[in-house]
């Protein structure tokens, strides 16, 4: 139990002769540094307003890419009615024309049927 206590002594000893303690006597060293607190809280307002502003950013450029896209969904949409209407129209006029042409032929064959009834008639008058 002596050993134990002299070696604890010993150890001490040599741990005071390494870590000497300083003792400041005059509290003043700090004297004008702002309180800890307050340089956390000016650090946390910044990066606060930092991130604010990040995110009002992010949302303004989403806001404008999503107005953007519509604008080019609208563009989209109107070429594409465009074009049908422009396939319409081409496919009105191709069945006028072949309408009319139908009505030609059948004009023909009946102005043609018309004279050989007609021939056929006379001839069959005499």
Known sequence: MKNAAYNLGVAEAIKSQ???KCHFSNPYYFDNRPAS???VTEKKNE???NLLKQIDVNSKLAK???ENQKVLEQLEWLQLKQE???????LEKHQFEEREM???ALEYQVSGRVAILRTVHCFLAL
């Open 102 to 104: 139908y009505k030609k």
């Open 64 to 66: 404008k890419k999503k």
């Open 37 to 39: 607190a307050a340089i």
């Open 47 to 49: 990066f606060t307003k």
């Open 84 to 90: 049908i209407d422009e396939q319409k129209a081409e």
């Open 18 to 20: 390494r870590n000497p």
